[in-house]
């Protein structure tokens, strides 16, 4: 391990340790601590392709599918996820695949017994069962030499690994409630995109527009403390914070939207349907929420509709704050996590700051179009 890793990983308590082969039997997982794994297959001499898995156990199982009819994404489907994931980028030439160890062993177990080329390193972490074990998890990644991270989850998912750090590429992989920033998409071609982007390949495209973005990110500050959304921030009246029922619509005040696509779940099709904004689009939108506006009937959660009055909507730019004034909750991408009390302001910035996103489509297209798939081990150039 890298010394500036090692000292990384002192400071935020994370295990080490490498496991025996006596206590792995035929696992060909191994607890990062050294890269000296005999039993894997990478050439001596091919230069390290490092690929970090980040799976959130929690994602997809939350309360809102007693109160919706979202997804109930069970632990073997997201298995089923990650080997396809580790699959293609096995496939595309990633010598090294990354993967934290959690409670109900997701990752560790999905790839335990796949034949792949790549190395499988599992880190330990000092668990608390929060979004913070995402964070840690990611932070550990990045000493380990991770640039390309595959985050399977949600909105809030994807909201705690861009809250720790945005010096990373993401894909992220649709598997929670609210679900505007990840995608659905096959997560075989994600792992071989994202295998070649870790070998650094998507680096000689010169597509235009380019085939990595970075993300939009909206930056609140209360005056308890800082905290990012990657879709929308919502004031809500009379709710308390924690709170993870559906959004009551008779509760909703405003809107901050870093996407408004009208074919999207939750807030983001509210000002969609008035004024569409995309990930593509350098400006937000500003959405005023009154009962007495136009109605429109919005799939709040999925196969969940209410009607919701919207008096106004406005373009937010770039590096203008916007001040809202207590009382009541702000969500970020679904998460009530932070009270105004009246006469308090939160203040928020839209930035295009976050990690940069693939455009998985796209990038298929180039490799195709560049030979890259005409051979798992095509030279870089």
Known sequence: MPKNGARHADRLGIKVSLESAAT??????????????????????????????????????????????????????????VARIAAGAD???????????????????ALQHMPLTARVHIIDIPLTNTARDTEVALHQFRAL????????GGDGTNRALVRARQDYDLLPISTGTNNVFPELVEPTIVGIVAGFNARGVLAHSSATPPLKRRAKVLHLETPFGRDIALID????????????????????????LTRAEPD??????????????????????????????????T?????????????????MAFEKPV??????????????????????????TLRRDGPYLIDIDRAMRWLAAAGMMNTVNAEIG
């Not at 099709?269 to 904004?277: H, L, M, R």
């Not at 400006?283 to 009154?290: A, Q, R, S, T, Y």
């Not at 009382?327 to 203040?347: F, M, S």
């Open 24 to 81: 792995a039997g035929t696992d060909r997982n191994h607890t990062v601590g050294s890269e000296d794994f005999m039993d894997n297959h990478p050439p001596s001499n091919q230069p390290s392709a490092k690929l970090a898995i980040s799976v959130n156990p929690m994602a997809g199982r939350d309360v809102r599918r007693l109160a919706a009819r979202a997804t109930n994404m069970t632990h073997e489907a997201k298995r089923d996820l």
């Open 91 to 109: 496939a595309a030439g990633v010598t090294d695949i990354y993967v934290a160890r959690e409670p109900f062993q997701i990752a560790s177990l």
């Open 145 to 152: 030499g991770c640039e390309t991270v595959v985050s399977l």
């Open 233 to 256: 921030a919502v004031q809500i009246r009379d709710d308390h914070v924690g709170n993870l029922l559906p959004f009551d619509e008779a509760r909703l005040q405003r809107l901050a």
């Open 264 to 297: 999207a779940i939750g807030m983001s099709p509210i000002g969609g349907y008035f004024d569409p904004v995309y990930a593509g689009d350098d400006v937000g939108l500003l959405v005023d929420i009154d009962s007495r506006g136009q109605l429109v009937n």
């Open 299 to 315: 799939p709040l959660s999925p196969g969940l509709f209410k009607p919701v009055g919207v008096a106004g909507t406005e373009r």
């Open 323 to 348: 001040t809202w004034v207590g009382p009541g909750v702000i969500a970020l991408d679904g998460d009530r996590d932070h009270q105004l009390k009246a006469g308090e302001t939160a203040r928020l």
